[in-house]
């Protein structure tokens, strides 16, 4: 299909600002992703993938700009044990990093290794990316694969004791970063990534997953409280027999968010989980743009999304499983609800299903409605006050999403962090 | 259906359903053609085929205009692309656009002036064109009362309308029932005022295209407060070959008043493909009522997927005024592509939609059907129950939208959609858009057995029964509701169906 002009001149326009890394293992990939993105074109306003979120300021040449937002707030994830690799507007702090050596996984930055002729990362940089394309584009993470100039690439051989963070924080009012990762899971392998902050004024990253057959990845993010900032951030996980992969998201804040999540299912057996809160107040549009793909017999899917939505924010989730012929006994469920404290708030929704195999079970739900009077009556008579008690009511309601991180102690931090910022802005 | 035959059948799914849905889908019917003269426009379209149309349906200059127009915008339309369902590509210009019997040159005046022929063949779909009590066919007829039900109907063959019966009667009453050739004739005023309110003529690809070349269909109009004194049905039947039907409909339930339709067709089984691509518009004033059902049995193709109809329907009811209320119901089981989105606009305060759907596709069919419920004004309520069954290497797609506008206060909707796969060859899948832009509104879509409602299940569970029984229980209930929402001329079919249950469900 031709490529309409007016998307073919904005997509040159914006390329051409690009520099692309020269060289080293990644550049076939990295011209393979060019020649893609050139001939999707980067997303127009009428595109139906991208009905519900506008992706012009994405897409324009440069990023409009993003204030700071100054906190006084212990740093996320503080007072857990784990290895933090900071990026600050996407280029890598040395000095506030740890060092990178730990044990049963092995972390390197794209920047460092990718002018070498050999990398175990060869295999699977864009190629992960270049198969989500399909049935969809996502021109975005094309644009990524083919000019990110820095991501981490992390091998997990063994259990790492502890959690590796990637710090992503905001120092640059017109900030435009690219940061391409690559996790690569061995066999009986477990690790857990954490990340953290609002990376940019405009953010765009890619993360390829590759989970070998009985590995377990754990992915818990948080993207920052300011204000401005903008992001569109692609996952791409390929999960074999027996797998484990649970993605977590909360997201306070943000003019804008575009998460997609590319899930396939490729083994007998896996397990998928992916799940989302978000809190939004004002001028905020987050939108949440899942695809699990179920390819092998007897494999788990779960799509958890709550938003709470304030002032005329925007929440959006576009969920889709696919259940390809022969993939029988397939258990997958999508829920997305959306809790909308005022009347000019919206939630727009797509939950999608697309089955090819008769011996499946998938069921999938949407609800969208004010605060429960009921409850909050019930907690008022008991002296509890109207602010608090749409908080606690508020926290319950997140809680069934963040229930589906494994690890309790994360949880329990998260779940901290939301009641600190709920009773903050009250 | 050998394919059926052969399916094994996974386990939970109810051996009743896959006997019905074979019964269903089974040997059509309905494929035999009628040998009679026909006169044809010539094939393709263009501006003159557009003049040709109005002028054989003698209408006034405005209408010609109406249709140029329409006949402009569509050749700057492009058709959809976005529906789940694959078909070659249409040529346009290899088809008839204006096919009628020679014998109805001359207006018959009476029914008793019409080709033997033409009644010979309602007679044998089972509408014959008589003042009868009550149509032929349905079991338990012969038992029914003297004064028993009565139900007027339009015959549509191809292009034209072949007789409409009860009109003295209905007319007794202020209703006009008549096709809509005739009302562009006799009530031109209530024509102009609402033709293309509620479906713009550049509504949509089909839509458009329909508007340049409609031949013909119903046209109601129910006087305020009339509760009209008998069901009015339509029976389209496609009989000619590489002929396209457009048949227009026009509803207007004015103030107060009532009225149930229903439509049916049928098509005679050729390996061509055939086009048919209406639009029915409903226009519910303040407390009235329309209850429209269908019926749509179009020859499918055969078992290898050759012929059938290309359904391409718009419907869309305009709920006007306040508490105006709209029922679809439809059970889809023919066509070789479907693409049809009966819509309601909740404009009115307390206004109410509701949309129940069963969608078979067997063989090679494929259904993208659905509803928009856009709710506009405040308590407004809509209802959407949508059951498809896929079986053989059919697909059958559930795309619908619920809207809720700011201004909807205190709008409701309840969605259920669910999908049963016979076999593993077929696809079923499900579309919703929800758009929710206030917060008094509430919406609820579900698409899972297991979600009933748990009221019901306790109590079934209280009496005895393991969980899996009872949702059984309760969604073989539900189901059956659905079938209950049509008019009992539909029961032969609605008979077949009741054995349906959604057992096995895929959500």
Not at chain 2, 59 to 73: C, G, H, I, K, S
Not at chain 2, 88 to 106: G, L, T
Request: proline share 4%.
């Amino acid at each position: 299909m031709a490529v309409p002009d007016r998307r073919l001149s904005e997509t040159d326009a914006r390329l051409e600002g690009l520099r692309m890394p020269e060289g080293g293992w990644a550049a076939p990939a990295r011209q393979d992703a060019l020649a893609r993105v050139q001939a999707m074109g980067l997303p127009q306003r009428r595109d139906e993938y991208w009905k519900f979120t506008r992706p012009d300021t994405l897409a324009q040449v440069e990023p409009p700009k993003a204030g700071l937002f100054h906190s006084d707030e212990a740093p996320m994830y503080d007072g857990i044990d784990r290895l933090r690799i900071v990026f600050v507007d996407g280029v890598f702090d040395a000095a506030q990093s740890d060092d990178l050596a730990l044990e049963g996984v092995s972390i390197e930055r794209l920047a460092e290794v990718g002018a070498r002729d050999i990398h175990w990362a060869k295999d699977l940089y864009g190629t992960l990316e270049a198969r989500g394309q399909v049935p969809v584009a996502r021109p975005f993470a094309a644009l990524n694969t083919a000019f990110a100039e820095d991501g981490v690439l992390i091998h997990v051989t063994g259990r790492p004791s502890r959690p590796i963070n990637l710090v992503y924080m905001h120092q640059s009012e017109s900030s435009d970063a690219i940061l391409h990762n690559v996790i690569k899971v061995d066999a009986g392998a477990e690790a857990t990534i954490l990340e953290s902050g609002p990376a940019a004024a405009r953010f765009n990253k890619c993360t390829e997953v590759d989970i070998a057959d009985t590995g377990r990845l754990h992915m818990v993010r948080s993207q920052g409280r300011d204000h401005e900032r903008r992001a569109v951030t692609h996952i791409f996980a390929r999960l074999g027999a027996e797998s484990v992969f649970k993605a977590f998201t909360l997201t306070m804040n943000g003019v804008l968010t575009r998460n997609e999540c590319v899930v396939e299912l490729t083994g007998d057996d896996a397990v998928a989980h992916v799940a989302g809160a978000c809190v939004g107040d004002g001028d905020f549009h987050h939108d949440d743009t899942v695809f699990v793909t179920h390819d092998a017999v007897n494999c788990e899917s779960r799509q958890v999304f709550k938003k709470v939505l304030n002032n005329g924010a925007t929440g959006v989730f576009q969920g889709k499983i696919l259940v390809k012929a022969g993939a029988q006994k397939t258990d997958g469920y999508q829920i997305s609800q959306s809790l909308l404290l005022d009347g000019d708030s919206q939630f727009l929704a797509k939950p999608e299903l697309e089955i090819y195999a008769d011996d499946v079970a998938c069921s999938h739900g949407s609800t969208s409605g004010a605060i429960d009077e009921d409850a909050l009556f019930y907690l008022r008579s008991r002296g509890v006050p109207e602010g608090p008690a749409t908080d606690l009511l508020t926290l319950a309601f997140l809680g069934e999403a963040l229930d589906e991180i494994e690890n309790r102690d994360l949880a329990e931090h998260l779940l901290e962090r939301l009641n600190n910022w709920l009773a903050r802005r009250r | 259906m050998a394919a059926l035959d052969q399916t094994q059948v996974k386990e939970g799914v109810d051996q009743d359903t896959v006997d019905a849905v074979r019964e269903v889908g089974g040997a059509y019917k309905h494929g035999w053609n009628t040998d009679i003269e026909m006169e044809y426009a010539p094939k393709g379209l263009t501006p003159d085929i557009v003049r040709l149309i109005s002028e054989k349906n003698e209408e006034p200059q405005w209408m010609t205009e109406w249709r140029l127009q329409a006949y402009e915008r569509w050749l700057t339309k492009e058709e959809p692309t976005w529906a789940m369902v694959d078909y070659p590509e249409i040529d346009f210009q290899d088809q008839y656009y204006y096919a009628r019997p020679k014998s109805m040159e001359v207006k018959p005046k009476s029914l008793d002036e019409v080709d033997p022929k033409l009644l010979a063949t309602y007679e044998k779909l089972g509408i014959p064109l008589k003042e009868q009590m009550i149509l032929a066919g349905v079991e338990g007829a012969e038992d029914a009362p003297a004064e028993g039900r009565k139900v007027a109907v339009d015959a549509v063959f191809d292009s034209v309308s072949v007789g409409t019966t009860f009109q003295a009667e209905l007319k007794k009453a202020g209703v006009i029932f008549c096709s809509i050739s005739e009302a562009i004739r006799e009530h031109p005023e209530l024509v102009k005022k609402y033709l293309g309110s509620v479906v713009p003529v550049s509504d949509n690809f089909y839509a458009t295209l329909n508007s340049a070349v409609f031949s013909d269909g119903s046209f109601v109009y129910v006087p305020p407060g009339v509760r009209c004194p008998m069901e009015l049905s339509t029976y389209f039947r496609i009989n000619a070959e590489n002929t396209g039907q457009f048949e227009r409909t026009l509803i207007i339930a004015d103030k107060g008043s009532y009225v149930s339709y229903l439509e049916g067709c049928t098509a005679p089984a050729r390996d061509i493909a055939q086009l048919h691509a209406a639009v029915v518009e409903i226009i519910v004033e303040e407390d009235a009522e329309v209850k429209y059902s269908t019926v749509q049995n179009w020859y499918p193709g055969d078992e290898n997927g050759k012929g059938g109809i290309y359904n391409f329907v718009t419907k869309r009811a305009d709920c006007r005024g306040d508490r105006a209320k709209v029922m679809w119901t439809q059970v889809e089981t023919g066509s070789a592509v479907t693409w049809k989105y009966p819509s309601c606009i909740l404009r009115g305060d307390d206004s109410q939609g509701e949309f129940y759907s069963i969608a078979i596709a067997n063989n090679y069919q494929q259904a993208d059907t659905g509803t928009k419920m856009i709710h506009l004004g405040k308590n407004t309520k809509s209802r959407i129950v949508s059951k498809g069954i896929s079986a053989g290497h059919a697909q059958n797609t559930y795309r619908g939208l619920v809207s809720m506008h700011p201004k909807a206060k205190h709008a409701r909707n309840y969605t259920q959609c669910d999908s049963l796969l016979i076999g593993d060859k077929c696809g079923a899948h499900t579309v919703p858009y929800i758009e929710v832009k206030n917060n008094s509104a509430r919406v609820e879509h579900e698409a899972t057995t297991s979600k009933v409602d748990d009221d019901q299940l306790f109590y079934c569970r209280s009496r005895g029964m393991d969980e899996e029984e009872a949702v059984a229980l309760v969604v073989n209930g539900f189901c059956k509701d659905v079938l209950q929402a049509l008019p009992m001329e539909f029961a032969m079919e609605a008979q077949q169906l009741v054995a349906i249950s959604l057992e096995g469900s895929v959500g």
